[in-house]
């Protein structure tokens, strides 16, 4: 069993602070950020920033879809998001950039062994980076 990982960037017009407190906006803006990878999402404790837990479904294509209830902590400039249900951990690092800031979601795994293991390291990310390439365009028209 292999980390699986994908990654993705973007630049929005918002300096660090406003963009993490968009990210960690769990009650208004990340509803409206989602792509339509994402169902039944919903607020379960909190709902801004550290110590919020929410869940959804992620539909990540037609037969596969994943049900999870992510916890969030902050620590400086990234928040990150683990599922009770999974492995499955999903990091928003904000750096300054110009004007700006660079906001790279990174989501990891514990993959499946043997063959199958080799085929998920290979197309999941590729799917992943898709989702996660929409909802930081979202992100980016949100902050502008």
Known sequence: MGQVSASSSVVVAADPQRTLAAIGDYETVRPRI???HYR???VVEGG???GTVVEWTLQATEKRSRNVRASVTVADSTLTERDANSTL???WAVTPEGAGSKVTVTT???GAGGVAGIFEGIFAPLGLKKIQAEVLANLARELA
Request: hydrophobic share 25%; charged share 15%; no cysteine.
């Open 40 to 42: 039944d999402y919903k």
């Open 108 to 110: 990891t795994w514990q």
């Open 89 to 91: 951990v999903t990091t």
């Open 48 to 50: 801004q920033g550290a």
């Open 34 to 36: 989602l792509s339509s």
